[in-house]
């Protein structure tokens, strides 16, 4: 079973940055690679980004620009770097797999507030 261990969030303000880190365990085969999601409160949890194991990268329109993932293959590490945030960021934020397994970890609280 993977598991997702979600690090780095908390109080940031409009226009600053913040990275992200995830540490997963357990095969990806058979996905697409790994992405972030987040879920504001109130709202649905949604994708952020998505990138494969070669690192093709794919945006949120409403990141794009703003946000960065990476990810290191050899030590089953996915990063999201997200600069220039906004009061729209606020939320918790995953990683998982992409499409997503059904486990999910404890995600990492972003609250952009001024």
């Known amino acids: 079973q993977v598991q997702f261990v979600e690090s780095g969030g908390g109080l940031a303000q409009p226009g600053g940055s913040l990275r992200l880190s995830c540490a997963f365990s357990g095969s990806i085969s058979g996905t697409y690679g790994m992405a972030w999601y987040r879920q504001a409160p109130g709202k649905l949890r949604e994708s952020v980004a998505t990138i494969t194991e070669r690192g093709r990268a794919v945006y949120a329109d409403f990141v794009l620009g703003r946000f960065t993932i990476s990810m290191d293959n050899t030590n089953n590490l996915v990063y999201l770097q997200m600069d220039s945030l906004e009061l729209e960021d606020t939320a918790v934020y995953y990683c998982?797999?992409?499409?997503?397994?059904?486990?999910w970890g404890n995600g990492t609280s972003v609250t952009v507030s001024s």
């Open positions: 998982n797999s992409n499409p997503p397994r059904t486990y």
